[in-house]
């Protein structure tokens, strides 16, 4: 199966998509987290990419579009797409791309939070620099306290998390329009709501389409 998720920053993309990957191994890919990668090599894609994402902007078609089209040949049948695309003109290149490989989309989630609760979530919101795990200082705390249960590193916030005004005026500008552009596909997952609460309603709907 072919998914996306689509919903405003910490809204829970990242962590349902590793929840669909542990429980229904289903495999994930982040646009953002290859560009983070990227970063911190310090490679000129790099370099680019984070001239847009320090402020908290999306990086250029062409850019996402290169790296979308290696890495989905890359994976097999199952696959569920993190924070891409982005905007309608992401939504038409990945048409495309997706035409190229003769495959489609089978459900389009529509991860819905309420802006205020969106704020609270990602003021507490800290990953691992190493692995890329989410936690979050009051909903899922690490075991030792800023530490990664699994590299024990330090745990940082993420630089764009500052920029949460901004972010969320841009993807109401340019992300939420892809709800009408999927209309056909989307399935809304109510999104305040704990994280078993929250895959509980994606394995439902996966379920009832015949995915599961
Ligand atoms: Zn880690």
Do not use: W
């Amino acid at each position: 199966m072919k998914l996306i998720l689509v919903g405003p920053p910490g809204s829970g993309k990242g962590t349902m998509s590793r929840l669909l990957r542990e429980r229904y191994k289903i495999t994930s890919f982040a646009v953002g987290d290859v560009l983070r990668a990227e970063i911190k090599k310090g490679s000129e894609l790099g370099k680019l990419a984070a001239s847009y994402i320090d402020k908290g902007n999306f990086v250029p078609n062409e850019v996402s579009g290169g790296i979308v089209k290696n890495k989905l040949r890359e994976l097999g049948d199952n696959y569920v797409l993190d924070g891409y695309p982005r905007n309608i003109p992401q939504a038409e290149t990945l048409k495309e791309i997706m035409k190229d490989l003769n495959t489609g989309i089978n459900i389009v989630f529509h991860l819905d939070i309420e802006d205020e609760a969106l704020k609270e979530r990602l003021k507490g919101r800290i990953v691992c620099p190493k692995c890329g795990f989410t936690y979050h200082t009051v909903n899922l705390k690490p075991k030792k306290e800023g530490l990664c249960d699994h590299c024990d590193v330090p745990l940082e916030r993420r630089k764009d998390d500052d920029f949460i005004d901004t972010r969320l005026e841009i993807y109401y500008r340019e992300t939420a329009p892809l709800i009408h552009y999927y209309k056909d596909k989307i399935v809304t997952i109510y999104s305040n709501c704990s994280i078993e609460e929250q895959f509980a309603s994606i394995s439902d709907a996966l379920k009832k389409k015949g995915l599961l």
